[in-house]
């Protein structure tokens, strides 16, 4: 049986609580100006948003239960998604699905972390089972040493070269020069990319996100309504979700998009190609490759050539992250995984902060989250289209 | 092969001493069951009863067929190093004070990928691995290359997991039995740089060790000023100290009078308790100094210390008694890192068994298991044939076992 589709279910509203390196306030304070920002934004009143989609690795020892109350809601439709990278494109799936099917009328998804001088360390040590058994205890500073054993199984797997992680990195900073919110507005070249220090080799300090605190959100309601209180809008054409995929590959190398993206272009009615620009999530270069692989952008393992044949910045060929991603803006933990979808639905609605997409129609944003062991787990993307 | 380890240069007074930290100890209860493997130099990991699967991190189901029936079973450490890194930062201050530090992937050939510290002589292709404690206490996975390597020993990710006697100064609270002088040959084999053996009463004619790194120094664990006295002359240079001082008579509970039971405490408990409040203290502060920072306490306990042996009925319930505040010293010690080493010996071949029928554990014999268990970084040593057997029966049914001792 195929999927239904998600016509008259639209995302709009995109908002952006800007982000800051460390901040004394805490997750409430960041996801409760996403909330106000999205009633200023949108129009709509704070009574009518009967559902919300809440992700936040700092909200502890609250979930989306307690910010019903700590913020006034009455959602009839709640939800928390704590998955990281993943969360955006999962609360899109799982918010799309409650407007269609009427239990909720317009929903709030917000995502956002905080960032104290001390806060990244201990969400680390207690991140996982896992990751407190078998990775934290080795000195593994987070993801950092994940993601290197990963990208140098990869590189000699694959014959990827450091320059050519760079020119992603650099590509997605120069993106990131236009984009207000971005935490680096530095150009950077290639030599600086080169020359940086190592941290987890074969990992440089400009492969690896910076920790943040910040705040990003969106609207999820009916076409109708969105065109009744003048929003713009961008349409869901596709999307598809997957975890723990390839359990028994000895270390990660391809991840879920590989075994649904038929399924997921199928739906959109579009392909890889016809994208005009695609938000993948950034938190090390690698996935960026991995993602653009396993989505159909190029065949697996051509990730190398695909990077040198183009360029990545807005203006060139394949537009990628076109805000800077992560990379540059910084990751304001579980706001991460909604960094695409902002930047998505600004580009498809031709109000892009930054550098704007010409006449972009299609675009994809990709999720990936939750290093829980050796590898991440969660793995979605989303097909957008415009109006 | 790895760089041989430097003779340490004599500390700078004037220099702050680098303070102890520990890697991170937390762990859910079911990876305690690898720390508890790794605590005697094994690798155990979880293997489905229904299956066969074997996997990790360790979990509640197997992961494969969900059976709750999982079994710790010895595995075999055979892999292949699928992918390495250098880390150069790291979030917590000991490995702060310890990068860059090398970490690998390491695929068993058993099945599952294991996250392993990396001996420097590993590189991508075959390795080994082992389970170790690290100075936290709890089990982490080290690969070692797959064949033995020249200096292999002096790796620094190792030499934090071991407690290699090589250049460091041990004291043996009792070195005119048997053992203590056994020890005192096989540590000076194995490199150390001072051996200091205690003499209760030095008026009496020690037996002479012939290697001048072996110093005799007046100690009796009976008399707190005596080990106060030598605490304060070598307290701040000991990084291992080796309890083997013991009173053992062949005596029941049915045995007129407390006096011996009495004498066996004063030395086999009051005795450890004694040195611990002398000695622990400058221990846990040297316990990062430089490249031979102080390492391990070891006790020299009884088999019978699990389960009592009613024909040394008193001895048994003495080295119980040591036991129990050796776990005490542990919990104590590890907040430093240093090593708590509990030694479980069936009947040693001495004066005081001497009617107890072979297989006896000799001197010598007991000597080495103890060197190598420094040297390999164990935490509860069970040394022989009885005490293995012994251990193994008292794992099966303790009331068994303790039956079973009322006729030996």
Wanted: hydrophobic share 45%.
């Amino acid at each position: 049986m195929s999927r239904a589709c998600y016509d008259g279910v639209v995302v709009a509203s995109p908002v952006t609580i800007p982000y800051v390196r460390y901040s004394t306030r805490d997750a409430h304070w960041f996801l409760g100006r996403a909330l106000a920002a999205l009633v200023k934004q949108s129009g709509v009143k704070k009574e009518q948003l009967d559902g919300l989609c809440v992700s936040s690795f700092t909200l502890f020892p609250d979930t989306a239960v307690g910010l019903t109350q700590h913020f006034g809601l009455s959602p009839r439709w709640l939800d928390h998604i704590p998955m990281g990278g993943a969360s955006g494109v999962v609360a899109l799936r799982r918010a799309a699905r409650a407007v269609q099917a009427g239990d909720a009328g317009i929903v709030a998804c917000i995502a956002g972390d905080t960032n104290h001088v001390d806060s990244f360390r201990q969400n680390l040590a207690n991140f996982s089972r896992f990751a407190r058994d078998a990775v934290y205890p080795f000195g593994a500073g987070g993801p950092n040493a994940s993601f290197a054993l990963l990208t140098s199984y990869y590189m000699h797997q694959y014959g990827i070269e450091p320059r050519d992680f760079g020119k992603l990195c650099v590509a997605q900073r120069d993106n990131a020069l236009k984009f207000p919110h971005a935490l680096f507005r530095k150009p950077l070249t290639l030599d600086e990319y080169l020359n940086a220090r190592p941290i987890a080799e074969p990992l440089r300090l400009f492969d690896c996100v910076m920790p943040c605190a910040g705040a990003e959100a969106f609207l999820v309601l009916a076409e109708d309504r969105a065109r009744s209180l003048d929003l713009p809008f961008a349409r869901i054409l596709g999307t598809i979700e997957r975890h723990n995929a390839f359990p028994d590959d000895p270390i990660q190398i391809r991840g879920g998009w590989a075994l649904d993206r038929d399924d997921l272009f199928a739906q959109a009615g579009a392909g890889a190609a016809d994208m005009d620009f695609a938000e993948v999530y950034d938190d090390y270069p690698v996935i960026n490759v991995m993602q653009l692989e396993d989505l159909g952008f190029c065949p697996k393992g051509d990730g190398a050539g695909f990077v040198r044949r183009n360029s990545f910045t807005v203006g060139g060929t394949l537009p990628l992250n076109t805000s800077g991603g992560q990379l540059s803006v910084g990751q304001a933990g579980a706001a991460g995984g909604y960094l695409g979808f902002t930047e998505a639905v600004r580009q498809l609605t031709g109000r892009a902060l930054g550098a704007q997409v010409e006449n972009a129609r299609l675009g994809l944003v990709s999720g990936f989250g939750m290093i829980n062991y050796d590898r991440g787990l969660c793995g979605g993307a989303v097909v957008l289209g415009a109006a | 092969m790895t760089e041989p380890l430097a003779r340490p240069k004599p500390r700078n007074p004037v220099r702050a001493l680098r303070l102890p930290t520990l890697p991170p100890g937390a762990r859910s209860r079911a990876a305690l069951r690898l720390t508890a493997a790794a605590a005697e130099g094994r690798l155990e990991l979880q293997h489905c009863f229904d299956c066969a699967t074997v996997q990790y991190p360790p979990r509640a189901a197997c992961q494969k067929c969900l059976s709750h029936r999982l079994e710790w079973r010895e595995t075999d450490g055979a892999g292949e190093l699928i992918s390495d890194t250098v880390l150069h930062h790291s979030n917590e201050l000991y490995y702060r004070e310890r990068v860059p530090l090398r970490l690998g992937l390491v695929r068993l050939d058993a099945g599952p990928s294991l996250l392993a510290h990396l001996h420097g002589d590993c590189t991508l292709g075959r390795a080994r691995l082992r389970a170790q404690l690290d100075r936290s206490g709890q089990a982490v996975v080290v690969a070692l290359p797959p064949q033995d390597t020249t200096n292999m020993a002096d790796d620094p990710m190792l030499r934090e997991m071991t407690c290699d006697p090589k250049f460091r100064k041990v004291l043996i609270t009792d070195g005119k039995g048997a053992v203590g002088q056994a020890l005192a040959r096989a540590l000076v084999e194995a490199g150390a740089d001072i051996v200091w053996i205690g003499i209760a009463e030095p008026w009496k004619q020690a037996p002479r060790l012939d290697a001048k790194q072996v110093e005799t120094v007046p100690l009796d664990v009976t008399d707190e000023r005596s080990v106060r006295d030598l605490a304060g002359v070598i307290g701040g240079k000991v990084d291992i100290l080796i309890n083997t001082a013991e009173f053992h008579r062949a005596h029941g509970v049915a045995d007129r009078g407390t006096e011996t039971a009495r004498a066996e405490m004063e030395v086999n408990y009051l005795g450890l308790l004694r040195l611990a409040q002398a000695f622990g203290p400058a221990m846990r502060a040297r316990a990062a100094e430089g490249t031979v920072p102080a390492t391990a306490w070891v006790n020299l306990l009884s088999i019978y210390a699990l389960s009592a042996l009613p024909s040394h009925g008193t001895f048994s319930a003495s080295k119980a008694a040591a036991f129990a505040l050796s776990q005490n010293l542990r919990a104590e010690m590890h907040q430093a890192g240093i090593r708590v080493m509990n030694v479980f010996p069936g009947p040693i071949d001495d004066e005081w068994n001497q009617l107890v029928p072979p297989p006896k554990l000799g001197a010598p014999a007991l000597a080495t298991a103890i060197v190598r268990a420094l040297r390999d970084g164990v935490e509860d040593l069970y040394p022989g044939d009885i005490a293995q057997d012994i251990v193994a029966r008292f794992r099966e049914s303790q009331k068994v076992l303790e039956r079973e001792l009322w006729d030996q």
